[in-house]
Structure formats: structure tokens, C-alpha cells
């Protein structure tokens, strides 16, 4: 299946079967908002869960806070995001349409990295085992006059970034011939800086009421309560303190689904340390992080770090954990190591001192911070991507299975009377009754068992059982098995601890190293 096809099916599905909905759909929807429903918001509990404990369950110096979206507005003036939280925006005054100037000259970058990739391929295939790669792409004339147009467009563009030069951004953009793809057409305005923080009123009164913001980001309330946390928590260096919550930006562009939304979820760890032991933590976290993505079995081949080349002032070293989406490889999570620069701006806008008095070295100092940082929604995404699968079976007929990792699926275990009398439906709820405080357990009476078996692929429940006649004799059921769509007799008092252990958050913490 085309990789376009696949997303455009994911998004479908996220909808059909109660995952993902429009946000305010009967109005016609609002731009780049999107709700859970009743199977996503499982999956996204799941996913935070999994996170959670890994951070906070299985570090000992790791704890974590819930701090609030509404904060002082001058935290954000101290942050830098009053100032310089913005994109590059440009527009189309033929189509109207608006687009990130640095966007649309990586997506130029990324087709330069395109057709050479084709190139390799198309020769990979002509030569068969005697092809060498390297020196393919060596000596290729066409892979190098791809590679230097590529290597200069790409030379330009971090110094203009750099110097966020905007001109200049333009001027690539005029020189790359890059058209608008709804227009067709190069008829573009100067590029502006478009801040990203949402603005409201708090206050009932016009005179008394103050400009606050959404915050754009969960770290500052990590950063603003450093020193609570240490102090009441007593914690030493290196510790970390974690958070999962809101964050709100103004995107720009918002499109590709869940993966940029205006309102979503981060996931962020603050790892506090001693200045100058920061690129070993950063080194230790980057493997941390790729372990924890691993771990979900999607293949290390759909993983890579990206590092930056263009560093904030601020961050001596920054990468981001990519992930082959059915649109590319596209960034998940960011790890930042980003000096003493928040807590010592907190210090100068504050007047407080947020220093750490280390007894090790009878000296205080201000920490180096190094952070982890994800998007729930992304990650979903990512999920909800990889595991969506279209089966051809042997009967001619195709499914459709959803092969989510067993702890992060929204039901664990549905179970099936045959029909809907006998005293089928009553041993069903039975069974339902006993495990549902063990894991979430789903009845369903409505329609066939081929459906119904269906229905559960498609949500990505990895068992079901059915009960039957002979279990109103013996106590047994037909287990059937998602992936293999194996089917055996289990006793019900079997079913617990076949399932239990494959399809806990714990399982899956348990495999990491
Ligand atoms: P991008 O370059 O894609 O805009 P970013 O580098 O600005 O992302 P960070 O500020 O590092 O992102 O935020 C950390 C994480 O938060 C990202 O890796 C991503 O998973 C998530 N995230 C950021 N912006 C959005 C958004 N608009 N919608 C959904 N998730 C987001």
C-alpha cells in the first residue's frame, strides 16, 4: 500500500472506530483541534502511563509534578518565548495560503535527499549483489550533482536561520523556484515573524485584568518549581522532576492530522546536574529514550536521531528522536541540553536565588538541566501508523488489524457469548466481573463471532474469548489470539494468567533494560 494511502487510512480508521475525532465536528470542526474518543483516550492513558512509570517509577531521583497552564506572564518574558518564540511565515497571494518559510525550504531540502535515495535504489536493483553502496555514491555523477545542490541549499539555509535572516529565507525561496502546491504559483509576500503563544485575559475587571498565556510548553512550570520540589523533596543532584500536561501553539500550519495540533500533550522530563557533566547525561538520555521507543517492537529501522545543527543560544547539544511516519521521518521527541539558562533566567526576572548548595563540594552552584521532551499526540500517531495493517487471508477476504503492542491496547480481553440465551450472556458477565479488576475487559453480544472478531481487530484487542455451549458444562472458552488469529480451549480459570502478564504496563516496563 502506498505510504500516502496508509495515512490516509489511519486517519479514517482513528475516526471510525472512536480513536480520534474533529474537534466541534457538527460546527464543521475547528483548525488543527482534535478530541480522543472513548478507544483513543484508552490508548493515550496507556501511552502517558508507560511513560510515567519508566520515568518516575523506575528512577529513584526522578519525581513528578502537575503544574498549571495559566503562569506568571513574565515566566515567558524570563523564558524567551515573549520574544522569540516564532516561526518564519510566508504567503501565497494567489491561493491565500499560509506556510512556514523554514518549511518549505526543508521540504526542498528533503526532495534533493529524495531523488538521490531513488537514484541508489534504481541502481541497487540494477546491479544486484554486486552493488557498492559507498562508492555508488561516490562516484554517481547524478548522486553528486544532487548531493552539492542538496549540501549548498542546505549551507544557506542554517546560516539565514541562524541569523534569522529573513530576506534572505525568501530570497531561497525565490532561487529554489519552490511554488505554492495549491496555487502552482511563486507570487509570495515577505516572510514575517509570527509569534506562537496564545494571548487571554485574566481578570474581570478592563483596568485590572493582566495578559496571560497559554503556555506553550510544560518545562517552565518544571523550572519555576525547581527549587520547591528540591527543597521539600530533598532531593540531590543529578535528580529529575517529570510532568505531562497541555500545550498550546498557535501553529502556523497545521496539517498531517494529530502530528501538529494547536492545542496538545507534552511529555517532559527536567534531569537537573552539575555544570560540565551535561554531555555524558545528554549522551546517557539520548540512549535512554531510544531504548524506551524501541522497546514497543516497531523495528530499530524506523528509529534515528537527528541532531541539531542549528543550536538555540542557549542548548550546547540537541538531538530529536525521529520516526518513520507514512510521511517521512519526522521528529517524536527532542533532547536538549540546555545549560544553566532557564533556572539562571528565573533568578534574574525573580530577583530569588535558585541555587543548589552541593555538600559534596561545599560550594552552590546554579544546575544544568538536561531535558526530554515528547509529544503524546505524536506518539500516537506514530503508533496508531505502524500498527495499522491490512491482512489478505486465506479466504479471499482482507482485515483489518490494528497490532498494538498488548499493554498499550484500549481493551485487553473481549468476551463473546456465542448467541444471546442459553445462560451464555450470564457466564460471559461472569467472567467480565472477575477480571475487570485486573485489566480492561470488553462484552459484546451485537452481531456474529466473525464480526464481532473483527470489530476487536480493529481496535487492536489482542484477545477474545467466546463462550459456548460446553462452557456452560466445563468452565471452558475458545481463546483466540489477535495476531496468529489462533484459536484454543482454555479453562476460565486459566484465562487471568495467560493474559495478565502480556498486556500490563509493567510487562512492558519489565523488558526494559
Ligand atoms: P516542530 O519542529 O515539529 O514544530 P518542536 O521542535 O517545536 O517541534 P519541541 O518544542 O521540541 O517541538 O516540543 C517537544 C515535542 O512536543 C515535540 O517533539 C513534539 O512531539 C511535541 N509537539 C510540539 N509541537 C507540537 C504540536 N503543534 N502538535 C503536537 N505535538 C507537538
Not at 23 to 37: H, K, M, N
Not at 189 to 207: C, H, I, P, Y
Not at 465 to 484: A, P, S
Not at 495 to 500: A, D, N, P, S, T
Request: glycine share 6%; proline share 3%.
Amino acid at each position: 500500500m502506498a505510504q500516502e494511502d496508509v495515512f490516509k487510512k489511519v486517519v479514517s480508521h482513528c475516526k471510525e472506530y472512536g480513536f480520534v475525532f474533529p474537534s466541534s465536528e457538527i460546527y464543521d470542526g475547528l483548525g488543527a483541534v482534535y478530541d480522543y474518543g472513548q478507544n483513543g483516550v484508552e490508548l493515550k492513558n496507556n501511552i502517558k502511563q508507560y511513560w510515567w512509570q519508566s520515568m518516575v517509577l523506575m528512577h529513584e531521583n526522578i519525581v513528578g509534578i502537575d503544574s498549571c497552564v495559566f503562569m506568571h506572564p513574565t515566566i515567558w518574558k524570563a523564558s524567551g518565548h515573549v520574544d522569540a518564540f516564532n516561526d518564519p511565515l510566508i504567503d501565497n497571494r494567489d491561493s491565500k495560503k499560509r506556510y512556514r518559510a523554514d518549511v518549505l525550504i526543508e521540504e526542498q531540502i528533503a526532495k534533493y535527499e529524495d531523488k538521490i535515495e531513488k537514484e541508489v535504489a534504481k541502481a541497487r536493483k540494477r546491479f544486484g549483489d554486486a552493488f557498492d553502496e559507498a562508492k555508488y555514491r561516490e562516484t554517481s555523477p547524478r548522486v553528486l550533482e544532487e548531493q552539492a545542490k542538496r549540501d549548498a541549499l542546505h549551507e544557506r539555509y542554517s546560516k539565514a536561520m541562524n541569523a534569522m535572516d529573513l530576506d534572505e529565507l525568501r530570497q531561497i525561496i525565490i532561487d529554489e523556484e519552490i511554488v505554492c502546491p495549491i496555487s502552482g504559483t511563486r507570487n509570495w509576500t515577505d516572510v514575517r515573524q509570527f509569534n506562537l503563544m496564545f494571548k487571554t485575559e485574566m481578570g474581570s475587571t478592563a483596568d485590572g485584568s493582566m495578559t496571560i498565556y497559554l503556555r506553550p510548553e510544560t518545562a517552565q512550570g518544571i523550572f519555576v518549581n525547581y527549587l520547591n520540589v528540591q527543597k521539600t523533596g530533598r532531593m540531590k543532584i543529578p535528580f529529575g522532576i517529570a510532568q505531562i500536561g497541555k500545550a498550546f501553539r498557535n501553529e502556523i500550519v497545521a496539517r498531517q492530522f494529530i502530528f501538529r495540533m494547536r492545542e496538545f500533550e507534552q511529555m517532559e522530563m527536567q534531569f537537573f546536574i552539575k555544570p560540565g557533566t551535561e554531555l555524558d547525561w545528554f549522551k546517557q538520555w539520548k540512549e535512554t529514550r531510544m531504548a524506551w521507543h524501541q522497546n514497543l517492537g516497531f523495528g530499530a529501522e524506523n528509529y534515528r536521531f537527528h541532531d541539531h545543527e542549528k543550536l538555540a543560544h542557549y542548548a550546547n547539544a540537541a538531538t530529536d528522536i525521529e520516526f518513520k511516519m507514512p510521511f517521512g521521518f519526522k521528529e517524536v521527541e527532542g533532547i536538549h541540553s540546555r545549560t544553566d539558562f532557564d533556572l539562571s533566567q528565573h533568578e534574574k526576572f525573580s530577583g530569588k536565588s535558585i541555587k543548589y548548595f552541593d555538600p559534596e563540594l561545599n560550594d552552590s552552584y546554579t544546575p544544568y538541566v538536561i531535558e526530554t521532551s515528547i509529544g503524546v499526540d505524536r506518539m500516537f500517531l506514530s503508533i496508531m501508523c505502524h500498527s495499522y495493517c491490512e491482512e489478505k487471508l486465506e479466504n479471499g477476504e482482507t482485515r483489518v488489524v490494528l497490532r498494538l503492542p498488548a499493554a498499550l491496547a484500549p481493551v485487553k480481553l473481549a468476551v463473546l457469548p456465542l448467541v444471546k440465551k442459553d445462560g451464555m450472556p450470564e457466564k460471559a458477565r461472569e467472567i467480565i466481573d472477575d477480571l475487570k479488576f485486573h485489566f480492561n475487559c470488553q462484552y459484546e453480544e451485537k452481531d456474529s463471532i466473525g464480526k464481532r472478531y473483527r470489530r476487536q481487530d480493529a481496535i487492536g484487542t489482542p484477545y477474545c474469548v467466546t463462550v459456548d455451549g460446553d462452557t456452560l458444562k466445563d468452565d471452558t472458552v475458545t481463546l483466540r489470539f489477535r495476531d496468529t488469529m489462533e484459536q484454543k480451549r482454555v479453562k476460565i480459570s486459566e484465562l487471568r494468567g495467560i493474559i495478565e502478564d502480556n498486556v500490563t504496563i509493567t510487562s512492558l516496563l519489565k523488558k526494559l533494560k
